[in-house]
């Protein structure tokens, strides 16, 4: 592992801190293959029950190394889809992961980092921390998902705003508008994600990671499509331990103690 990524474990929680604060945690090809890595892993461990993503030093990531864009400037068409791809498969990873992904968020979160946040299942955040869509301010358009996410979030105009101006958005407005699940004070973020990833690392594993694959699903199927989706995945959930443990807990008048593995 690189000495960037660090991890540790809180109980079934995976914590995993960008730890590069001299370049506000920057992101490059060795984060997207590294990350994508670990929440690969991690989706198959079943000792591990959720995941939290932050930044050190007070700040979640500025996004794509802007001396690394320099560099990938003068390559050809390929080579920079290339790059970028990169980036798109650690998306894709995180969104294939089973278990859930909460980023918390101290400082601000710009860029690809902004892409990174939004990809995440849930968002805790310092209410002093932004989040920034900076591309347009050196002449580039997004990527990362970033246009996806926040597309099936918010308003268009709001979008615009963001996104062609670059200007930084405020947690308590997009709090206010549901993009953001929680906001902290300022130092509290990682430590409130863990408690909120702790409590989903309890929950049924399996039921977790359909509706995981539900959410996504219904942002591109129809709506019979979708109860389709939904008729098949329930079915599929009666039919197992979680269930079984869970209704029985409910009519004992117990917490359940949903299986693992």
């Known amino acids: 592992m690189t000495s960037k990524l660090q991890t540790r474990r809180e109980g079934k929680v995976l914590i995993v801190v960008n730890d590069d604060p001299a370049t506000r945690n920057s992101l490059g090809w060795d984060f997207y293959g590294e990350f994508a890595n670990i929440v690969t892993l991690a989706g198959a461990e079943s000792a591990i029950g959720a995941i939290v993503l932050t930044g050190a030093g ?7 190394n802007v001396k690394g864009l320099r560099e990938r400037a003068v390559m050809d068409e390929a080579d920079r889809r290339a790059g970028v791809n990169r980036l798109h498969d650690m998306i894709r990873a995180m969104r294939a992961c089973p278990k ?41 358009t997004p990527d990362g998902g970033a246009t996806a996410f926040l597309g099936r979030a918010l308003p268009r105009q709001l979008i615009s705003e963001m996104a062609m ?17 929680h906001m902290t004070d ?17 929950g049924p594993a399996q039921a977790l990671a359909g509706i995981k694959r539900l959410i996504d699903d219904a942002q591109h199927t129809s709506l019979d499509s979708q109860l389709d989706l939904e008729a098949e995945s329930i079915a599929r959930a009666l039919g197992g331990a979680e269930a079984r443990e869970g209704i029985a807990a409910f009519f004992d008048k117990r917490k359940p103690e949903f299986p693992r593995g």
């Open 186 to 202: 300022t130092g509290h973020a990682l430590e409130s994600a863990v408690a909120r990833a702790a409590a989903l690392a309890e």
């Open 58 to 64: 007070g700040f979640f990531s500025s996004g794509g």
């Open 100 to 140: 859930p992904i909460i980023a918390a968020i101290e400082g601000g979160a710009a860029g690809a980092g902004a892409s990174l946040a939004l990809a995440c299942d849930m968002i805790v955040a310092a209410r002093d921390a932004y989040i920034s869509i900076a591309y347009v301010k050196i002449g580039l």
């Open 165 to 181: 101006t670059g200007d930084r958005m405020g947690v308590e407005r997009l709090h206010a508008l549901g993009l953001v699940n």
